[in-house]
């Protein structure tokens, strides 16, 4: 048997941009995905994802990916589908997941758990695999599901620690941030991202010129927060986050209660907040040096739920048991 595990992630800066190729920052968190992947004799993947709700989930190793499958395994079924066909190989698999995260709450857990199926495949296997090769699987994979997306989150699940990123893996530049006084707040509403990404993507389509130059705004405010994360500015830190939501706002993907949330931080003390992801519900993540027990309170009271999460989390790691 072996075990692999990934963590989840927040998105610090440059929602929706990055799909357009311009750069994000992404951290890792330390909620993690883990996979345990073994042969099972038979001509069949099974899987069990108690967390998620699948008991006993079987189907042919031919017919993967070719039916409906449950959305909680899809990542985990067009994993092992892509790596077959990559590898020539289909051999039957008993796949167990544990979750630290609820899926609901906006950390990755897809690409968390795509990472680390792929990463149990290729040590089970003994393929050796590389990291961008690696990544590059796991994208593909995503893409065969959601079709949309920029892979920043398989690149915080995969290298870990908080990454400069540009789409596709492009560019992945680790940042050396030794801490980041972050609130992390759950909306309370699952955020639909493949949704949102091609809500952005058709108002791009009908406003060309307007939704590029919100782009190329959010991706300056990147490359601003690459050089003040490092140097603990977070007064211009805060500030970014300020302007970086405020654009957000002019794409259509924050929400009342979001920016409810956003809003209560700020009156209470806060540096910054803005909302991290796709938008549509999720999660804020607040800049706070000072008054944070304040502001989670005030958080609360306004309907949100603190997750008590620490960023610069490690990578895929992968054990023989």
């Known amino acids: 048997m072996i075990k692999a595990s990934a963590p989840g992630k927040l998105l610090l800066f440059g929602e929706h941009a990055v799909v357009h190729n311009r750069p994000c920052i992404v951290t890792a968190v330390d909620q993690r995905m883990e ?26 190793v031919g017919d993967l990916g070719n039916q409906e499958m449950p959305k909680q395994v899809s990542f985990i079924e067009a994993a092992v589908k892509r790596f077959y066909l990559n590898f020539g190989l289909k051999k039957g698999l008993k796949i167990i997941t544990h979750c630290q995260f609820c899926h609901t709450f906006g950390f990755g857990s897809s690409s968390a758990v795509t990472i680390a199926t792929l990463k149990a495949l290729a040590k089970l296997y003994q393929v050796k695999l590389n990291d961008k090769q690696l990544f590059d699987l796991a994208y593909k994979t995503v893409l065969d599901i959601q079709k949309v997306g920029s892979g920043f989150d398989l690149a915080a699940a995969l290298w870990g620690g908080t990454l400069f990123f540009e789409k596709g893996a492009k560019t992945v530049k680790s940042l050396n941030l030794q801490k980041l006084p972050l609130i992390v707040c759950y909306s309370g509403i699952k955020a639909d991202t ?28 990147v490359l601003e927060a690459k050089k003040s994360l490092p140097r603990e500015n977070w007064d211009k830190v805060g ?21 409810r949330l956003v809003a209560t931080a700020l009156k209470s003390g806060a540096q910054g907040a803005k909302l991290s992801g796709a938008g549509g519900g999720d999660n804020i993540i607040v800049l706070a040096t000072k008054n944070k027990q304040k502001i989670k309170t005030a958080l609360q009271e306004a309907g949100g739920t603190i997750m008590e999460v620490k960023i610069n989390a490690q990578g895929v790691l992968c054990q023989q048991c």
């Open 194 to 221: 493949p949704t949102l990404v091609r809500q952005v993507n058709e108002l791009k389509r009908k406003n060309p010129v307007k939704i590029n130059k919100i782009f190329d705004k959010i991706g300056q405010l």
């Open 35 to 60: 996979v345990e992947a073994s042969f099972n004799g038979e001509n069949k993947l099974m899987v069990n994802a108690p967390q998620l709700g699948i008991e006993n989930y079987h189907k042919d």
């Open 239 to 259: 500030n970014l986050m300020n302007q970086n939501q405020k654009l957000l706002e002019q794409l259509g993907v924050s929400t009342a209660k979001l920016e």
